[in-house]
Protein backbone atom coordinates (compact mmCIF):
# COMPACT_ATOMS: atom_id res chain seq x y z
CA UNK A 1 0.00 0.00 0.00
CA UNK A 2 2.69 2.52 1.35
CA UNK A 3 4.92 1.59 -1.33
CA UNK A 4 2.36 1.80 -4.02
CA UNK A 5 1.87 5.42 -2.71
CA UNK A 6 5.81 5.80 -2.72
CA UNK A 7 5.86 4.93 -6.61
CA UNK A 8 3.20 7.26 -7.45
CA UNK A 9 4.64 10.02 -6.03
CA UNK A 10 7.65 9.57 -7.64
CA UNK A 11 6.21 9.12 -10.89
CA UNK A 12 4.72 12.08 -10.90
CA UNK A 13 7.86 13.73 -10.20
CA UNK A 14 9.89 12.34 -12.79
CA UNK A 15 9.41 15.61 -14.80
CA UNK A 16 9.05 17.98 -12.36
CA UNK A 17 5.92 19.24 -12.96
CA UNK A 18 3.13 19.83 -10.56
CA UNK A 19 -0.35 18.01 -11.49
CA UNK A 20 -2.20 20.04 -14.11
CA UNK A 21 0.22 22.13 -14.70
CA UNK A 22 1.21 20.97 -17.98
CA UNK A 23 -2.27 21.19 -19.42
CA UNK A 24 -3.49 24.34 -18.11
CA UNK A 25 -0.17 25.80 -19.57
CA UNK A 26 -0.61 25.02 -22.97
CA UNK A 27 -4.33 24.16 -23.67
CA UNK A 28 -5.32 27.69 -22.99
CA UNK A 29 -4.47 28.82 -25.87
CA UNK A 30 -4.83 25.74 -27.83
CA UNK A 31 -8.59 25.50 -26.73
CA UNK A 32 -8.90 29.64 -27.98
CA UNK A 33 -6.84 28.39 -31.46
CA UNK A 34 -9.18 25.57 -31.89
CA UNK A 35 -13.15 27.79 -31.10
CA UNK A 36 -11.61 30.78 -33.15
CA UNK A 37 -11.18 28.19 -36.13
CA UNK A 38 -14.31 26.79 -35.58
CA UNK A 39 -16.37 30.14 -34.93
CA UNK A 40 -14.62 31.23 -38.62
CA UNK A 41 -15.38 27.71 -40.00
CA UNK A 42 -19.23 28.37 -39.14
CA UNK A 43 -19.53 32.04 -40.30
CA UNK A 44 -18.29 30.52 -43.67
CA UNK A 45 -20.80 28.16 -43.58
CA UNK A 46 -23.37 31.18 -42.91
CA UNK A 47 -21.78 33.01 -45.78
CA UNK A 48 -22.15 30.50 -48.38
CA UNK A 49 -25.53 29.60 -47.34
CA UNK A 50 -27.10 33.69 -46.82
CA UNK A 51 -26.87 34.09 -51.13
CA UNK A 52 -28.68 30.87 -51.57
CA UNK A 53 -31.63 31.60 -49.14
CA UNK A 54 -31.66 35.35 -50.41
CA UNK A 55 -32.06 34.11 -54.22
CA UNK A 56 -34.61 31.51 -53.18
CA UNK A 57 -36.32 34.30 -51.12
CA UNK A 58 -36.32 36.72 -54.43
CA UNK A 59 -37.11 34.04 -56.75
CA UNK A 60 -40.46 33.24 -54.32
CA UNK A 61 -41.82 36.59 -53.59
CA UNK A 62 -41.17 37.86 -56.86
CA UNK A 63 -41.69 34.81 -59.01
CA UNK A 64 -44.86 33.69 -57.27
CA UNK A 65 -46.65 36.71 -57.02
CA UNK A 66 -46.70 36.60 -60.56
CA UNK A 67 -47.61 33.02 -61.32
CA UNK A 68 -50.57 33.27 -59.28
CA UNK A 69 -51.60 36.88 -60.49
CA UNK A 70 -52.41 35.62 -64.20
CA UNK A 71 -52.38 32.36 -63.53
CA UNK A 72 -53.35 30.10 -66.34
CA UNK A 73 -52.17 33.09 -69.18
CA UNK A 74 -48.28 32.67 -68.20
CA UNK A 75 -48.14 29.37 -69.36
CA UNK A 76 -50.73 30.02 -72.56
CA UNK A 77 -49.66 33.56 -73.83
CA UNK A 78 -46.71 34.57 -75.98
CA UNK A 79 -44.29 37.65 -74.19
CA UNK A 80 -45.17 40.74 -74.25
CA UNK A 81 -43.74 43.44 -76.20
CA UNK A 82 -42.30 46.56 -74.13
CA UNK A 83 -45.29 48.68 -72.65
CA UNK A 84 -47.59 45.94 -73.07
CA UNK A 85 -48.94 44.56 -69.51
CA UNK A 86 -49.56 40.81 -69.15
CA UNK A 87 -48.11 38.25 -71.38
CA UNK A 88 -46.62 35.13 -70.70
CA UNK A 89 -43.96 32.36 -71.72
CA UNK A 90 -45.39 29.49 -73.70
CA UNK A 91 -42.96 29.91 -76.60
CA UNK A 92 -39.72 29.50 -74.41
CA UNK A 93 -41.37 26.97 -71.99
CA UNK A 94 -42.17 25.06 -75.36
CA UNK A 95 -38.65 25.77 -76.76
CA UNK A 96 -36.59 25.15 -73.66
CA UNK A 97 -37.93 21.26 -73.79
CA UNK A 98 -37.18 21.03 -77.38
CA UNK A 99 -33.88 22.39 -77.52
CA UNK A 100 -32.82 19.92 -74.37
CA UNK A 101 -34.64 16.95 -75.98
CA UNK A 102 -32.62 17.94 -79.10
CA UNK A 103 -29.57 18.09 -76.93
CA UNK A 104 -29.90 14.70 -75.09
CA UNK A 105 -30.70 13.38 -78.47
CA UNK A 106 -27.70 14.13 -80.04
CA UNK A 107 -25.27 13.44 -76.45
CA UNK A 108 -27.28 10.45 -74.84
CA UNK A 109 -25.91 7.94 -77.93
CA UNK A 110 -22.80 9.47 -78.10
CA UNK A 111 -21.90 9.31 -74.03
CA UNK A 112 -23.24 5.84 -73.49
CA UNK A 113 -21.33 4.53 -76.64
CA UNK A 114 -18.19 6.46 -75.36
CA UNK A 115 -18.67 5.44 -71.36
CA UNK A 116 -18.87 1.55 -72.85
CA UNK A 117 -15.56 1.86 -74.50
CA UNK A 118 -13.45 3.17 -71.99
CA UNK A 119 -15.18 1.03 -69.52
CA UNK A 120 -15.58 -2.26 -71.21
CA UNK A 121 -13.38 -2.37 -74.29
CA UNK A 122 -10.63 0.03 -73.06
CA UNK A 123 -9.89 -0.79 -69.38
CA UNK A 124 -7.98 1.60 -68.63
CA UNK A 125 -5.63 1.57 -71.65
CA UNK A 126 -3.89 4.74 -73.20
CA UNK A 127 -6.57 5.41 -74.96
CA UNK A 128 -9.12 5.21 -72.60
CA UNK A 129 -7.31 7.45 -70.44
CA UNK A 130 -6.84 9.78 -73.30
CA UNK A 131 -10.77 10.17 -73.74
CA UNK A 132 -10.83 10.67 -69.90
CA UNK A 133 -8.67 13.35 -69.92
CA UNK A 134 -10.42 14.97 -73.64
CA UNK A 135 -13.90 14.31 -71.41
CA UNK A 136 -13.01 16.56 -68.15
CA UNK A 137 -11.62 18.43 -70.31
CA UNK A 138 -14.57 19.12 -72.64
CA UNK A 139 -16.40 19.82 -69.30
CA UNK A 140 -14.61 22.92 -68.57
CA UNK A 141 -14.81 24.57 -72.12
CA UNK A 142 -16.78 27.60 -71.20
CA UNK A 143 -20.18 27.47 -72.61
CA UNK A 144 -20.09 30.52 -74.77
CA UNK A 145 -17.63 29.06 -76.64
CA UNK A 146 -20.15 25.94 -77.34
CA UNK A 147 -22.38 28.62 -78.71
CA UNK A 148 -19.59 30.12 -81.23
CA UNK A 149 -18.79 26.31 -82.04
CA UNK A 150 -22.28 25.36 -83.06
CA UNK A 151 -22.73 28.90 -84.36
CA UNK A 152 -19.85 28.13 -86.85
CA UNK A 153 -20.72 24.85 -87.48
CA UNK A 154 -24.69 25.08 -87.66
CA UNK A 155 -25.53 28.65 -88.31
CA UNK A 156 -23.14 29.41 -90.99
CA UNK A 157 -23.85 26.36 -92.58
CA UNK A 158 -27.62 26.37 -92.58
CA UNK A 159 -27.59 30.17 -93.18
CA UNK A 160 -30.15 30.65 -90.24
CA UNK A 161 -30.40 30.42 -86.35
CA UNK A 162 -32.79 27.16 -85.31
CA UNK A 163 -33.50 25.44 -82.69
CA UNK A 164 -30.91 22.65 -84.09
CA UNK A 165 -28.37 25.10 -83.65
CA UNK A 166 -29.17 25.61 -79.80
CA UNK A 167 -29.39 21.52 -79.14
CA UNK A 168 -25.90 20.84 -81.18
CA UNK A 169 -24.73 23.80 -78.72
CA UNK A 170 -26.42 21.94 -75.46
CA UNK A 171 -25.10 18.90 -76.85
CA UNK A 172 -21.68 19.47 -76.40
CA UNK A 173 -22.02 20.53 -72.70
CA UNK A 174 -23.95 17.76 -71.84
CA UNK A 175 -22.10 14.84 -73.04
CA UNK A 176 -19.38 14.73 -70.44
CA UNK A 177 -21.81 14.98 -67.87
CA UNK A 178 -23.63 11.48 -69.39
CA UNK A 179 -19.78 9.56 -70.41
CA UNK A 180 -18.78 10.18 -66.90
CA UNK A 181 -22.56 8.99 -65.10
CA UNK A 182 -22.58 5.99 -67.12
CA UNK A 183 -19.01 5.16 -66.26
CA UNK A 184 -19.77 5.32 -62.91
CA UNK A 185 -22.76 2.73 -63.70
CA UNK A 186 -20.55 0.66 -65.96
CA UNK A 187 -17.70 -0.22 -63.16
CA UNK A 188 -20.20 -0.50 -60.15
CA UNK A 189 -20.93 -4.03 -61.99
CA UNK A 190 -19.68 -6.97 -60.70
CA UNK A 191 -16.94 -8.82 -61.83
CA UNK A 192 -18.58 -11.83 -61.60
CA UNK A 193 -21.51 -10.76 -63.89
CA UNK A 194 -18.55 -10.22 -66.77
CA UNK A 195 -17.13 -13.66 -66.01
CA UNK A 196 -20.65 -15.62 -65.94
CA UNK A 197 -21.67 -14.01 -69.79
CA UNK A 198 -17.67 -14.62 -70.74
CA UNK A 199 -19.15 -18.09 -69.23
CA UNK A 200 -21.98 -18.92 -71.27
CA UNK A 201 -20.57 -17.86 -74.47
CA UNK A 202 -21.95 -14.19 -74.92
CA UNK A 203 -20.06 -12.03 -77.11
CA UNK A 204 -19.45 -8.45 -75.87
CA UNK A 205 -22.04 -7.07 -78.00
CA UNK A 206 -24.81 -9.39 -76.31
CA UNK A 207 -23.51 -8.75 -72.81
CA UNK A 208 -22.90 -5.36 -73.18
CA UNK A 209 -26.63 -4.57 -74.60
CA UNK A 210 -28.90 -7.10 -72.82
CA UNK A 211 -27.22 -7.55 -69.56
CA UNK A 212 -24.68 -5.11 -68.71
CA UNK A 213 -26.42 -1.37 -69.81
CA UNK A 214 -29.81 -2.23 -68.49
CA UNK A 215 -28.13 -2.97 -65.24
CA UNK A 216 -26.55 0.31 -65.22
CA UNK A 217 -29.63 2.05 -66.73
CA UNK A 218 -29.80 3.90 -63.17
CA UNK A 219 -26.70 5.33 -63.86
CA UNK A 220 -27.42 6.55 -67.10
CA UNK A 221 -31.01 7.73 -66.39
CA UNK A 222 -29.09 9.85 -63.80
CA UNK A 223 -26.56 11.31 -65.84
CA UNK A 224 -29.39 11.98 -68.57
CA UNK A 225 -31.31 14.08 -66.12
CA UNK A 226 -28.11 15.99 -64.46
CA UNK A 227 -27.29 16.99 -68.21
CA UNK A 228 -30.37 18.01 -68.75
CA UNK A 229 -30.82 20.37 -65.35
CA UNK A 230 -27.82 21.86 -66.72
CA UNK A 231 -28.92 22.56 -69.77
CA UNK A 232 -32.18 23.59 -68.91
CA UNK A 233 -30.48 26.51 -67.15
CA UNK A 234 -27.87 27.70 -70.25
CA UNK A 235 -28.40 30.84 -71.50
CA UNK A 236 -24.72 31.98 -73.44
CA UNK A 237 -24.61 28.79 -75.80
CA UNK A 238 -28.32 29.66 -77.09
CA UNK A 239 -27.77 33.54 -77.43
CA UNK A 240 -26.20 32.71 -80.87
CA UNK A 241 -27.30 29.37 -81.93
CA UNK A 242 -31.44 29.37 -81.11
CA UNK A 243 -31.37 33.25 -80.79
CA UNK A 244 -34.67 34.38 -79.88
CA UNK A 245 -38.72 34.28 -80.98
CA UNK A 246 -40.95 36.78 -80.12
CA UNK A 247 -43.37 33.92 -81.58
CA UNK A 248 -44.09 30.14 -81.21
CA UNK A 249 -41.54 28.71 -83.76
CA UNK A 250 -43.01 26.43 -86.56
CA UNK A 251 -40.09 24.17 -87.10
CA UNK A 252 -36.53 22.71 -85.80
CA UNK A 253 -35.19 25.31 -88.71
CA UNK A 254 -36.12 28.21 -86.91
CA UNK A 255 -34.88 30.61 -84.38
CA UNK A 256 -36.80 29.10 -81.23
CA UNK A 257 -37.47 30.80 -77.73
CA UNK A 258 -36.00 29.31 -74.67
CA UNK A 259 -36.69 30.18 -71.17
CA UNK A 260 -33.28 30.98 -70.43
CA UNK A 261 -32.79 34.09 -72.69
CA UNK A 262 -36.41 35.19 -72.14
CA UNK A 263 -34.89 35.49 -68.43
CA UNK A 264 -31.42 37.69 -69.78
CA UNK A 265 -33.77 39.62 -72.39
CA UNK A 266 -36.12 40.73 -70.07
CA UNK A 267 -33.90 40.92 -66.44
CA UNK A 268 -31.80 43.85 -68.51
CA UNK A 269 -35.00 45.26 -70.02
CA UNK A 270 -35.96 48.69 -68.76
CA UNK A 271 -39.91 47.84 -68.25
CA UNK A 272 -41.41 46.58 -65.35
CA UNK A 273 -43.89 44.21 -66.84
CA UNK A 274 -40.67 42.46 -68.47
CA UNK A 275 -38.51 42.94 -65.30
CA UNK A 276 -41.79 40.34 -63.41
CA UNK A 277 -42.07 38.04 -66.08
CA UNK A 278 -38.11 37.33 -65.79
CA UNK A 279 -38.70 36.50 -62.30
CA UNK A 280 -41.71 34.24 -62.87
CA UNK A 281 -40.00 32.32 -65.59
CA UNK A 282 -36.89 31.97 -63.66
CA UNK A 283 -38.56 30.49 -60.81
CA UNK A 284 -40.19 28.01 -63.34
CA UNK A 285 -36.42 26.99 -64.61
CA UNK A 286 -35.01 26.75 -61.21
CA UNK A 287 -38.21 24.37 -60.14
CA UNK A 288 -37.57 22.96 -63.56
CA UNK A 289 -33.85 22.07 -62.44
CA UNK A 290 -34.54 21.42 -58.77
CA UNK A 291 -37.26 18.98 -59.62
CA UNK A 292 -34.67 17.01 -62.66
CA UNK A 293 -31.87 17.13 -59.74
CA UNK A 294 -34.21 15.24 -57.08
CA UNK A 295 -35.25 12.89 -59.65
CA UNK A 296 -31.94 12.04 -60.66
CA UNK A 297 -30.72 11.61 -57.10
CA UNK A 298 -33.91 8.70 -56.69
CA UNK A 299 -32.86 7.02 -59.54
CA UNK A 300 -29.00 6.13 -58.45
CA UNK A 301 -30.80 5.01 -55.30
CA UNK A 302 -32.06 2.34 -57.50
CA UNK A 303 -29.53 0.19 -58.12
CA UNK A 304 -29.29 -3.19 -59.62
CA UNK A 305 -25.93 -4.71 -57.86
CA UNK B 1 -20.88 -41.27 -94.24
CA UNK B 2 -22.91 -42.37 -92.04
CA UNK B 3 -25.94 -40.26 -91.57
CA UNK B 4 -24.79 -39.30 -88.04
CA UNK B 5 -21.43 -37.49 -89.28
CA UNK B 6 -23.27 -35.61 -91.84
CA UNK B 7 -25.75 -34.16 -89.23
CA UNK B 8 -22.82 -33.30 -87.26
CA UNK B 9 -21.43 -31.59 -90.10
CA UNK B 10 -24.42 -29.63 -90.77
CA UNK B 11 -24.98 -28.43 -87.05
CA UNK B 12 -21.22 -27.23 -87.28
CA UNK B 13 -21.78 -25.59 -90.44
CA UNK B 14 -25.09 -24.22 -88.95
CA UNK B 15 -23.68 -23.07 -86.00
CA UNK B 16 -20.57 -21.23 -87.70
CA UNK B 17 -23.33 -19.42 -89.59
CA UNK B 18 -25.07 -18.77 -86.98
CA UNK B 19 -21.98 -17.51 -84.70
CA UNK B 20 -21.10 -15.70 -87.60
CA UNK B 21 -23.62 -13.17 -87.71
CA UNK B 22 -23.27 -12.13 -83.80
CA UNK B 23 -19.47 -11.73 -84.45
CA UNK B 24 -19.91 -9.29 -86.87
CA UNK B 25 -22.32 -7.13 -85.09
CA UNK B 26 -19.43 -7.46 -81.90
CA UNK B 27 -16.80 -6.23 -84.35
CA UNK B 28 -19.12 -2.95 -85.63
CA UNK B 29 -20.32 -2.49 -82.02
CA UNK B 30 -16.17 -2.40 -80.99
CA UNK B 31 -15.57 -0.16 -83.77
CA UNK B 32 -18.38 2.00 -83.25
CA UNK B 33 -17.24 2.83 -79.43
CA UNK B 34 -13.78 3.14 -81.05
CA UNK B 35 -14.75 5.75 -83.49
CA UNK B 36 -17.30 7.80 -80.72
CA UNK B 37 -14.15 7.69 -77.99
CA UNK B 38 -12.13 9.14 -80.37
CA UNK B 39 -14.21 11.67 -81.16
CA UNK B 40 -14.71 13.13 -78.30
CA UNK B 41 -11.00 14.15 -78.61
CA UNK B 42 -11.69 15.24 -81.71
CA UNK B 43 -14.62 17.69 -80.76
CA UNK B 44 -12.26 19.45 -78.74
CA UNK B 45 -9.79 19.85 -82.05
CA UNK B 46 -12.64 20.63 -83.75
CA UNK B 47 -14.23 23.18 -81.41
CA UNK B 48 -11.06 24.97 -81.59
CA UNK B 49 -10.32 24.56 -85.35
CA UNK B 50 -13.95 26.29 -85.90
CA UNK B 51 -12.54 29.28 -83.88
CA UNK B 52 -9.81 29.36 -85.38
CA UNK B 53 -10.88 29.32 -89.44
CA UNK B 54 -13.71 31.87 -88.44
CA UNK B 55 -11.26 34.74 -86.26
CA UNK B 56 -8.42 33.72 -88.87
CA UNK B 57 -9.04 37.37 -90.87
CA UNK B 58 -9.20 38.57 -87.73
CA UNK B 59 -5.63 37.21 -86.93
CA UNK B 60 -4.21 38.09 -89.83
CA UNK B 61 -5.23 41.91 -89.59
CA UNK B 62 -4.14 42.62 -85.80
CA UNK B 63 -1.42 39.60 -85.31
CA UNK B 64 -0.40 39.28 -81.95
CA UNK B 65 -0.61 43.05 -81.64
CA UNK B 66 -4.70 42.38 -81.22
CA UNK B 67 -3.49 41.15 -76.96
CA UNK B 68 -1.92 44.61 -76.26
CA UNK B 69 -4.61 46.68 -78.20
CA UNK B 70 -7.06 48.69 -75.92
CA UNK B 71 -8.94 49.91 -79.30
CA UNK B 72 -12.80 48.47 -80.00
CA UNK B 73 -14.36 50.87 -82.98
CA UNK B 74 -16.69 49.13 -85.12
CA UNK B 75 -16.73 52.26 -87.48
CA UNK B 76 -13.19 51.98 -87.96
CA UNK B 77 -12.49 48.07 -88.14
CA UNK B 78 -10.15 48.37 -85.58
CA UNK B 79 -10.37 46.13 -82.87
CA UNK B 80 -8.35 44.75 -79.31
CA UNK B 81 -8.69 42.02 -76.73
CA UNK B 82 -6.64 44.13 -73.55
CA UNK B 83 -9.80 45.35 -71.54
CA UNK B 84 -11.44 42.04 -71.93
CA UNK B 85 -8.24 40.16 -71.21
CA UNK B 86 -7.40 42.20 -67.93
CA UNK B 87 -11.34 42.03 -67.06
CA UNK B 88 -11.48 38.38 -67.57
CA UNK B 89 -8.35 37.79 -65.19
CA UNK B 90 -9.08 40.44 -62.46
CA UNK B 91 -12.46 39.30 -61.93
CA UNK B 92 -11.41 35.77 -61.64
CA UNK B 93 -8.53 36.60 -59.59
CA UNK B 94 -10.51 38.50 -57.07
CA UNK B 95 -13.14 36.06 -57.48
CA UNK B 96 -10.39 33.51 -56.33
CA UNK B 97 -9.81 35.45 -53.26
CA UNK B 98 -12.89 35.24 -51.51
CA UNK B 99 -14.01 31.98 -52.63
CA UNK B 100 -11.35 30.18 -51.50
CA UNK B 101 -10.60 30.92 -47.87
CA UNK B 102 -14.95 30.70 -47.96
CA UNK B 103 -14.95 27.59 -49.71
CA UNK B 104 -12.37 25.49 -48.04
CA UNK B 105 -13.64 26.65 -44.90
CA UNK B 106 -17.18 25.31 -45.88
CA UNK B 107 -15.33 22.20 -47.08
CA UNK B 108 -13.79 21.26 -43.11
CA UNK B 109 -16.99 21.93 -41.44
CA UNK B 110 -18.71 19.43 -44.47
CA UNK B 111 -15.79 16.92 -43.59
CA UNK B 112 -15.67 17.30 -39.65
CA UNK B 113 -18.53 15.72 -37.31
CA UNK B 114 -18.76 19.38 -35.99
CA UNK B 115 -22.46 18.85 -35.78
CA UNK B 116 -24.28 15.17 -36.24
CA UNK B 117 -24.58 13.83 -39.94
CA UNK B 118 -28.48 14.30 -39.91
CA UNK B 119 -27.76 18.32 -40.04
CA UNK B 120 -24.60 18.07 -42.15
CA UNK B 121 -26.46 16.35 -45.00
CA UNK B 122 -28.75 19.10 -45.54
CA UNK B 123 -26.48 21.50 -45.45
CA UNK B 124 -24.30 19.93 -48.19
CA UNK B 125 -27.36 19.24 -50.21
CA UNK B 126 -28.12 23.39 -49.65
CA UNK B 127 -24.72 24.25 -50.87
CA UNK B 128 -24.80 21.92 -53.70
CA UNK B 129 -28.21 24.11 -54.70
CA UNK B 130 -25.55 26.72 -55.86
CA UNK B 131 -24.08 25.18 -58.44
CA UNK B 132 -27.84 23.76 -59.42
CA UNK B 133 -28.82 27.64 -60.37
CA UNK B 134 -28.56 28.94 -63.53
CA UNK B 135 -25.71 31.62 -64.13
CA UNK B 136 -28.61 34.54 -65.80
CA UNK B 137 -30.80 33.77 -62.51
CA UNK B 138 -27.33 35.04 -60.81
CA UNK B 139 -27.09 37.94 -63.05
CA UNK B 140 -30.45 38.93 -62.05
CA UNK B 141 -30.13 38.93 -58.84
CA UNK B 142 -27.37 41.02 -58.86
CA UNK B 143 -28.86 43.24 -60.79
CA UNK B 144 -31.91 43.41 -58.34
CA UNK B 145 -30.76 42.63 -55.13
CA UNK B 146 -27.20 42.29 -54.86
CA UNK B 147 -25.37 45.33 -56.79
CA UNK B 148 -28.25 47.66 -54.74
CA UNK B 149 -27.42 45.96 -51.50
CA UNK B 150 -23.64 46.28 -51.36
CA UNK B 151 -23.56 49.56 -53.11
CA UNK B 152 -23.61 51.52 -49.37
CA UNK B 153 -20.87 49.20 -47.71
CA UNK B 154 -18.88 50.24 -51.21
CA UNK B 155 -19.39 53.98 -50.84
CA UNK B 156 -18.10 53.83 -47.58
CA UNK B 157 -14.84 51.84 -48.80
CA UNK B 158 -14.25 54.44 -51.16
CA UNK B 159 -14.35 57.39 -48.86
CA UNK B 160 -12.05 55.51 -46.07
CA UNK B 161 -9.86 54.13 -48.75
CA UNK B 162 -10.62 56.30 -51.98
CA UNK B 163 -6.89 57.11 -52.08
CA UNK B 164 -5.86 53.39 -52.93
CA UNK B 165 -5.84 52.54 -56.27
CA UNK B 166 -8.38 49.84 -56.26
CA UNK B 167 -10.46 51.83 -54.98
CA UNK B 168 -10.39 55.07 -56.68
CA UNK B 169 -13.64 55.95 -58.44
CA UNK B 170 -17.11 56.11 -57.07
CA UNK B 171 -18.78 52.66 -57.24
CA UNK B 172 -20.50 52.40 -60.52
CA UNK B 173 -23.89 50.10 -60.66
CA UNK B 174 -22.02 48.25 -62.96
CA UNK B 175 -18.58 47.28 -61.78
CA UNK B 176 -15.76 44.71 -61.62
CA UNK B 177 -15.70 44.46 -58.19
CA UNK B 178 -19.13 43.65 -57.68
CA UNK B 179 -19.30 40.75 -60.93
CA UNK B 180 -16.66 39.51 -58.64
CA UNK B 181 -17.92 38.82 -55.43
CA UNK B 182 -21.16 37.16 -57.95
CA UNK B 183 -18.83 34.84 -59.40
CA UNK B 184 -17.14 33.90 -56.48
CA UNK B 185 -20.79 32.27 -54.97
CA UNK B 186 -20.87 30.73 -58.18
CA UNK B 187 -17.40 28.94 -58.02
CA UNK B 188 -18.03 27.84 -54.46
CA UNK B 189 -19.77 24.40 -54.56
CA UNK B 190 -17.26 23.72 -57.15
CA UNK B 191 -14.31 24.60 -54.42
CA UNK B 192 -16.48 23.06 -51.61
CA UNK B 193 -16.81 19.87 -53.46
CA UNK B 194 -13.80 18.51 -54.15
CA UNK B 195 -11.79 19.78 -51.51
CA UNK B 196 -14.20 17.97 -48.80
CA UNK B 197 -14.16 15.01 -51.44
CA UNK B 198 -9.97 14.64 -50.87
CA UNK B 199 -10.70 15.65 -47.09
CA UNK B 200 -12.65 12.84 -46.75
CA UNK B 201 -10.59 10.20 -48.88
CA UNK B 202 -7.48 11.32 -46.43
CA UNK B 203 -6.06 8.04 -44.75
CA UNK B 204 -8.16 7.49 -41.21
CA UNK B 205 -4.65 6.65 -39.83
CA UNK B 206 -3.46 10.23 -40.11
CA UNK B 207 -5.66 11.32 -38.07
CA UNK B 208 -5.52 8.98 -35.62
CA UNK B 209 -1.82 9.22 -35.46
CA UNK B 210 -2.22 12.78 -34.66
CA UNK B 211 -4.63 12.44 -32.12
CA UNK B 212 -2.55 9.83 -30.57
CA UNK B 213 0.31 12.12 -30.33
CA UNK B 214 -2.23 14.31 -28.76
CA UNK B 215 -2.71 17.19 -31.43
CA UNK B 216 -6.43 18.74 -30.96
CA UNK B 217 -8.81 18.51 -33.73
CA UNK B 218 -7.47 21.70 -35.42
CA UNK B 219 -3.91 21.03 -34.75
CA UNK B 220 -4.54 17.85 -36.69
CA UNK B 221 -6.60 19.65 -39.29
CA UNK B 222 -4.12 22.48 -40.26
CA UNK B 223 -0.77 20.48 -40.03
CA UNK B 224 -1.79 17.13 -40.96
CA UNK B 225 -5.05 17.07 -42.83
CA UNK B 226 -5.47 19.64 -45.06
CA UNK B 227 -1.85 19.33 -46.26
CA UNK B 228 -2.11 16.36 -46.95
CA UNK B 229 -5.54 16.82 -49.40
CA UNK B 230 -3.57 20.05 -50.50
CA UNK B 231 -3.57 18.86 -54.36
CA UNK B 232 -6.84 17.86 -54.11
CA UNK B 233 -7.74 21.32 -52.73
CA UNK B 234 -5.83 23.06 -55.25
CA UNK B 235 -7.05 20.98 -58.16
CA UNK B 236 -10.55 22.68 -57.16
CA UNK B 237 -9.25 25.89 -57.14
CA UNK B 238 -8.06 25.79 -60.57
CA UNK B 239 -11.42 24.41 -61.66
CA UNK B 240 -13.14 26.86 -60.05
CA UNK B 241 -10.84 29.49 -62.10
CA UNK B 242 -11.34 27.90 -65.34
CA UNK B 243 -15.27 28.16 -64.62
CA UNK B 244 -14.95 32.01 -63.36
CA UNK B 245 -12.83 32.86 -66.62
CA UNK B 246 -15.77 31.48 -69.08
CA UNK B 247 -18.63 32.28 -67.10
CA UNK B 248 -20.60 34.66 -69.09
CA UNK B 249 -24.14 35.41 -68.24
CA UNK B 250 -23.69 36.72 -64.99
CA UNK B 251 -20.28 39.14 -66.13
CA UNK B 252 -22.05 40.14 -69.52
CA UNK B 253 -25.18 41.53 -67.00
CA UNK B 254 -23.30 43.33 -64.96
CA UNK B 255 -19.77 44.23 -65.38
CA UNK B 256 -20.79 47.26 -67.21
CA UNK B 257 -18.93 46.53 -70.61
CA UNK B 258 -16.70 49.48 -70.73
CA UNK B 259 -13.59 48.87 -72.97
CA UNK B 260 -11.15 50.88 -71.01
CA UNK B 261 -8.62 49.22 -68.59
CA UNK B 262 -9.26 51.01 -64.71
CA UNK B 263 -6.95 50.79 -62.18
CA UNK B 264 -10.15 50.85 -59.72
CA UNK B 265 -12.37 48.07 -59.09
CA UNK B 266 -15.14 49.69 -58.65
CA UNK B 267 -15.29 50.97 -62.43
CA UNK B 268 -17.27 49.27 -64.82
CA UNK B 269 -14.88 46.85 -67.08
CA UNK B 270 -15.62 43.77 -69.68
CA UNK B 271 -14.47 40.45 -69.74
CA UNK B 272 -13.85 38.35 -72.70
CA UNK B 273 -17.35 36.71 -72.57
CA UNK B 274 -18.97 39.62 -72.04
CA UNK B 275 -18.36 41.53 -74.69
CA UNK B 276 -19.03 38.27 -77.13
CA UNK B 277 -22.53 37.79 -75.47
CA UNK B 278 -23.11 41.98 -76.14
CA UNK B 279 -21.79 42.43 -79.48
CA UNK B 280 -22.23 39.41 -81.28
CA UNK B 281 -25.89 39.64 -82.13
CA UNK B 282 -24.83 42.89 -84.38
CA UNK B 283 -21.79 41.57 -85.27
CA UNK B 284 -20.49 40.88 -89.13
CA UNK B 285 -17.39 40.72 -91.00
CA UNK B 286 -14.33 41.66 -89.00
CA UNK B 287 -15.95 42.85 -85.68
CA UNK B 288 -16.94 38.76 -85.87
CA UNK B 289 -13.63 37.48 -86.72
CA UNK B 290 -12.19 39.92 -84.29
CA UNK B 291 -14.92 37.97 -80.77
CA UNK B 292 -14.18 34.84 -82.50
CA UNK B 293 -9.99 35.71 -82.11
CA UNK B 294 -10.93 36.86 -78.44
CA UNK B 295 -12.85 33.53 -77.85
CA UNK B 296 -9.63 31.74 -79.13
CA UNK B 297 -7.99 33.33 -76.76
CA UNK B 298 -10.51 32.70 -73.88
CA UNK B 299 -10.74 29.05 -74.99
CA UNK B 300 -6.66 29.05 -74.72
CA UNK B 301 -6.56 30.14 -71.39
CA UNK B 302 -9.51 27.87 -69.59
CA UNK B 303 -8.15 24.91 -71.38
CA UNK B 304 -4.91 25.86 -69.95
CA UNK B 305 -6.09 25.87 -66.73
CA UNK B 306 -8.37 23.16 -66.98
CA UNK B 307 -5.44 20.54 -68.21
CA UNK B 308 -3.79 21.80 -65.26
CA UNK B 309 -6.56 20.91 -62.56
CA UNK B 310 -6.67 17.74 -64.41
CA UNK B 311 -2.80 16.92 -63.87
CA UNK B 312 -3.34 18.30 -60.49
CA UNK B 313 -6.35 15.95 -59.34
CA UNK B 314 -5.04 12.86 -60.57
CA UNK B 315 -1.62 13.33 -58.83
CA UNK B 316 -3.78 13.21 -56.16
CA UNK B 317 -6.28 10.42 -56.66
CA UNK B 318 -2.70 8.61 -57.75
CA UNK B 319 -1.45 8.95 -54.33
CA UNK B 320 -4.96 8.33 -52.68
Redesign the interface.
Known sequence: MSSSNQTDQINSNVYDIAPGEFDQGMTQG??M??NV??G???S??A???L??A??LF??LSNGLVRLFQDFPSVFTELPPPPLVDGGGFRNAITGTLLTCLLGALISVP?GV??A???V???QGNK??Q??R??????S???????G??AY??VV?AMGTFSAIAGGVALS?LM?PII?RTTEEGLKSIPREVRQGLVGIGA????G??SVILPASLPFVATGVTLAL?RA?????PL??TALFNQYDSRGLREPIATL?VL??NY??APYKNQ?EL??AA?LI??LL??AI?ILARSLTSKKIY | MTPSTISHQETLIESSQKFNAPRLIDRIFFWLTVALAVSVGLILLWITWSLLSIAFPAIAEFNIGFLFSQVWNPVEDAYGALPQIYGTIVSSIVALLFAIPLGVGVAVFLSENFLPRKILTPIAFVIELLAAIPSVVYGMWGIFVFIPFILPGLQAIYGTFGWLPFFSTQPSTRQLFATALVLAIMILPTIIAISRDSLVSTPPELRQGAYGLGATRWETLTRVLVPSALSGIIGSIMLALGRALGETMAAAMLIGNSNRVSASLFAPASTISALIANQFGEASGLQRSALFYEALILMIMTLLVNMLAEVIVNRFQQVE
Open positions: RKFGMTLVLCVIAVPLSIMLFLTIYTEFGLSFVFCTNVLGVPSIIALFGILVMITNFQVSAAGETALFSIYAINAWAVVILS
